[in-house]
């Protein structure tokens, strides 16, 4: 699939079906052509996204790519068909927070550099699920949480479809969670060492934003120059972090890819910014396009078969010429088609202006007759200044 990194657009253009095992050698030619053809058509690909297979990695090791604990990164190739231009090198991001969370629930311990603890004043350079399990055993008989939708659940081995989840990976590296660290912390007298953890949850929440920015406040622009110059010094961090992080007994694969994705970032933002670009949204270089349309392929089949696909994306491509032209000669029909019109109709949530005095009597009196701990005040106290403040995290 290709899709615009300046402009917002995104076209299938080719499948390949493959068997369990395929040697990612072979993809090196189908890519390259791919570049090849879209450049003939004025289209100039800069980057090359796709998920931490290991037949995808076996692709970029076959493209001379680089990126380990001795060595020096290799992102990028000279551009096969633009002699002044680059072909950045990533794999998406989404996939590999979720790594990074399967790796901590996996029962390793995470160990910081020590110029990375004393840089941000760590307690300690353990990073563990330790931490995490505390919070959630702490909250778990309160109503109202410190951390929303943090269960048990969220610290234990799941199955595959679970591990495959991007939102849960992003409630577990939230800054709620980091907040809720030092709440335990600060009031409740746990150990200080819950605040390293507390610390790379936020570091990696901040990281996931800038390289998925989907909004002008975490965009890569020198517009305001200070935040800017904030967000390239956090992913040039980020390389520093996960180049000295020790997991284990042996160096992983998503700190590889960690590596080279921030580091193609970092080159290609530079690049557009260069060129005349006023911003550049991290969110395009991600494969999420991708990963909706492979959400429609398996609506009906989790897991469909060759001639299933086949035919799921053949629905899906002819679906994409439905919508009318701006240049018709008619005025747009806005009826739904037979499909949506027979999806059940989700129930209206009543607003606070319709709630009349029996909802609210009804409401108070749902309320515990026990005094509140000061955990729950402290949630409550933070969830009422946020209803005050119109939702916008005043």
Known sequence: ??????????????????????????????????????????????????????????????????????????????????????????????????????????????????????????????????????????????????????????????????????????????????AGLHYLVENEGFDNALLTTAWFLHFMNTWFDLMSSRHPATTLSKANTCAYEKAIRHLEETLVVFGGIECGTSWKPWQSGIILSTSSVLDIQRELLARGHHLVLTSRLTQDCLENLFGCVRFKNPVPNALEFRQALKLIMVAQFLKCPASGNYLEDDRPFLADFLDTPKEKLATPDECDEDTFSYLIGELPPDPLSKAQESSLYYLAGYCISGGGGG
């Open 1 to 178: 699939m290709l899709a615009g990194v300046t402009s917002r657009w995104k076209q299938t253009i080719a499948y390949h079906f493959t068997g369990n095992l395929v040697n990612g050698a072979y993809f090196r030619p189908l890519v390259t052509e791919i570049v090849q053809q879209a450049y003939v058509i004025g289209l100039h690909v800069n980057a090359v996204t796709c998920d931490m297979g290991s037949a995808n990695r076996a692709m970029f090791k076959n493209f001379r790519l680089v990126s380990s604990k001795h060595a020096v990164t290799v992102n990028l190739i000279p551009h096969p068909c633009a002699d002044s231009r680059f072909l950045h090198f990533m794999y998406d991001v989404p996939h590999l927070i979720k790594n990074v969370k399967v790796g901590l629930v996996n029962g390793n311990e995470f160990k910081l550099g020590a110029d990375i603890v004393s840089r941000h004043d760590l307690p300690s350079n353990v990073i563990s699920l330790g931490a995490i399990k505390e919070l959630v055993t702490f909250q778990v008989n309160d109503d109202l949480k410190l951390t929303l939708n943090l269960g048990m659940e969220m610290v234990s081995n799941t199955t595959h479809f679970d591990k495959m989840k991007v939102g849960k990976a992003l409630i577990f590296f939230s800054k709620s969670v980091s």
